[in-house]
């Protein structure tokens, strides 16, 4: 079916886990797991040290949403980073229907709506608070 380049040889935009495994580029798959289970698993692990987190695809409301966080820890005078979930199944596990969704110490503070930087710093500053 190389209609429509399925069962095409090519490079696609994404790469798939047969072409990436016979061009020997990708590592997760050749040493045996599929690239999916590895990506997730990769991302799951580096998500897990950051405390905020932006949930969405990438759009310009959640990068706008992303900048507002950023700018409000700045003023905070907080050097945390800020982790930007763009994988629909791990959004979903949070219970988040709506994007640009913010979440602080795995709890969703925000979901829907892009928070302005000083609605941001509200929610952002508890994370000064001594525990």
């Given amino acids: 079916m190389a209609l429509f380049g399925f069962g095409s040889k ?3 935009c994404c790469g798939s886990a047969t072409s990436a495994g016979q061009a020997g580029g990708d590592s997760a798959v050749s040493a045996g797991g599929s690239a999916v289970e590895s990506l997730a698993s990769a991302s799951f692990a580096k998500s897990e040290a950051v405390r905020i ?11 706008a949403l992303e900048k507002s966080v950023v700018d409000a820890l700045g003023e905070l ?3 945390l980073p800020v982790g930007h ?7 979903a596990a949070y219970g988040v229907m709506s994007t640009p969704a913010l979440v602080i110490d795995e709890k969703v503070v925000s979901y ?3 928070l ?8 952002l ?7």
Avoid: M, Q, T, Y
């Fill in 10 to 12: 090519k490079g696609s």
């Fill in 125 to 131: 500053a508890k994370l000064k608070e001594p525990v």
């Fill in 85 to 91: 979930v763009r994988d629909f199944a791990e959004i």
């Fill in 77 to 79: 005078g907080l050097d």
């Fill in 53 to 63: 987190k932006v949930l969405g695809s990438g759009c310009a409301k959640c990068n």
């Fill in 116 to 123: 302005a930087r000083n609605e941001a710093k509200a929610h």
């Fill in 112 to 114: 829907g709506k892009v």
